[in-house]
Each structure stands twice: as structure tokens, then as C-alpha cells.
């Protein structure tokens, strides 16, 4: 068991009652998320620069990507962007490839590897999906077509691509609108029946097809993680009322 931490650490639990603590970057890397696949543990977030370093300067914000086979043992730095300001939220091991999204500046940022996130190659979205974030990914094969869709939480909307990605056909779907204008969807999981659910600020959303969505509200609540779990929907978030719960 990984768990990665906004401040620096990553802790791994070597049995049932012993946790290490592994800190990266002098302790700051800020880790957004933690991934496994294919026998290997990768990481991902940002790092601030309090001193100039190499080609950066202080103060600057950098995406960077670390992976580990022992997670208790040595952290290798794999990617780190060349601009300011950029940040990768998720990490995900999806058939047979790994996945990594965020922003540079006020672009997407999308990066794939091919071999164990040993070497990441930047994807460049088609012109008119390049005015947000990307903030999650999932893949799943389309059951009334069989072909396999990968999608992308991003503001306002949920991407998808098709074709034979990276070199895919892009698509939106119908935009989303929360209580407070579009909805930043933090969060996005398919099932293999073609069902999808997201999560944004107090909202929850379903979707049959990817495309079309319908809205759930939550006031007051900003639903965070969503899984498909033992055939039933699950999702976490947070509350002015309770620090976490679920619907």
C-alpha cells in the first residue's frame, strides 16, 4: 500500500502496523496522486523551487513525475516539465499504458508512456481542447460498439477520444453546468456496462453514453472520488457539515 501526500511524502506500509516515509525533493513535492502498473509505482505532482536549481529559478512551480519499483526504497525523477506554473493531477496505468494529466500554464497537459514510465511522451490536444485542465482519466471499451474510449474530466465538460489513441478523434460532450457556471469535473469513472459517473463542486453526474449527461445536485457538498465497486456506484467527497461522506 502507497499513499502520496501534499506535503512532500510518500508513505509506504511494509506490513500491517509499519508505515515508511519516503520525502522527495527535500520535501517539496507536493504529490498529487500515486499509481501502480506493470510492477512499478509512479507518482505525480508539483515541486516549488525555493532556491534556483539547474534550469529552473526560484519560485517556480514544476510538473514532475518520480517512479519506484520498491516504494520504500529509491524515488527516480522521470519527467519534469519545462514550464512554470504547470501541475499533473492524476496518474492511471490503463491498458497496457500510462496516463498522466494536469496543466501547464492555462493548458492541458496530457503525457503517456509506453515502457514502465521509464520515458513520457506530451500529447498535443486538437485545436478547440485546449482551454482547460485535465483533472482525471478512464478508459473503457463502448459495449454497444466495442470500441475502446478513453475520457477526460475537464472544465465544463468530459473529453473523449477514440480512434486509436494518442492519434484519436476528439470529441466534448454536452456542456456541464453547475450551481456556480461550468462545472470543474475533479473526477470521472466508467463501467463495463458504458455507464459513466463524475464528480464536480456539488454535483454528481451519470451518463449511458458518454455524451449526454444528467445532473444530481449536492449542496453544499463537493463530491471528490468516484469508484464501481461490487456492481454499485460510490462516491466520496467533502462538506461544510462532515470533513468526508459518500452516496
Known sequence: TVVSSPGGVISARLNAGSWQRQRLMDGWFAARDVGYGNGHFVTVGWTKYRDSEGFYTQ?????????????????????????????????????????????????????ISYDN????????????????????VDVITRPETGIRTWYFASNGAVLHATDGFPAASWAHSTTLHGPDGLATVQCVRGNDLGQLVAASSQCIWYSADGINWISYATPAYDPRSVAWFNDQWVVSGESLLTSTTYW
Open 117 to 136: 514510465a521509464v520515458t513520457w511522451q506530451q500529447v498535443d490536444l486538437p485545436a478547440g481542447f485546449t482551454t482547460s485542465a485535465l483533472y482525471d
Open 59 to 111: 519560485g517556480q512551480e514544476i510538473a514532475q513525475i518520480f517512479r519506484a519499483t520498491d516504494p520504500a526504497g529509491e524515488w527516480d525523477m522521470m519527467w519534469s516539465s519545462a514550464v512554470d506554473s504547470s501541475i499533473i493531477y492524476r496518474v492511471r496505468y490503463l491498458a497496457g499504458l500510462w496516463v498522466a494529466v494536469g496543466q501547464q500554464a492555462s493548458l492541458p497537459l496530457l503525457l
